[in-house]
Nanobody, 121 residues
Framework: QVQLVESGGGLVQPGGSLRLSCAASGSIFSIYDMGWYRQSPGKQRELVATISSALWTTYADSVKDRFTISRDNAKNTIYLQMVSLKSEDTATYYC???????????????WGQGTQVTVSS
């Protein structure tokens, strides 16, 4: 079994910062891409940022220059540093990971439980 556990969400004022973490654990042979999605009520799920095992990154236009995704392969953990937060960043943030559990097994996408980020004064 593979688990992804997120942490770091909370309430922050506009212009503030938060750092989200997502740690993968369990039966892991190799981790490929990891990243963050977010979803708020009444809106479509949005891909926020991705990072490959080689540390290549991509970002949604809405968060470029404000969010930074990073990865610690030794800890099977990714981070999302968010600065200059806006009210429209309010959402539940979900991490995902593309993981191979066994050397001879298939790859699968696993999800965290979600962490709430609320930007409000």
């Amino acid at each position: 079994q593979v688990q992804l556990v997120e942490s770091g969400g909370g309430l922050v004022q506009p212009g503030g910062s938060l750092r989200l973490s997502c740690a993968a654990s369990g039966s892991i042979f190799s981790i490929y891409d990891m990243g963050w999605y977010r979803q708020s009520p009444g809106k479509q799920r949005e891909l926020v940022a991705t990072i490959s095992s080689a540390l290549w990154t991509t970002y949604a236009d809405s968060v470029k220059d404000r969010f930074t995704i990073s990865r610690d392969n030794a800890k099977n953990t990714i981070y999302l540093q968010m600065v200059s937060l806006k009210s429209e960043d309010t959402a539940t943030y979900y991490c995902y990971a593309d993981i191979k559990s066994r050397w001879n097994g298939p790859r699968g996408v696993y999800w965290g439980q979600g962490t709430q980020v609320t930007v409000s004064s």
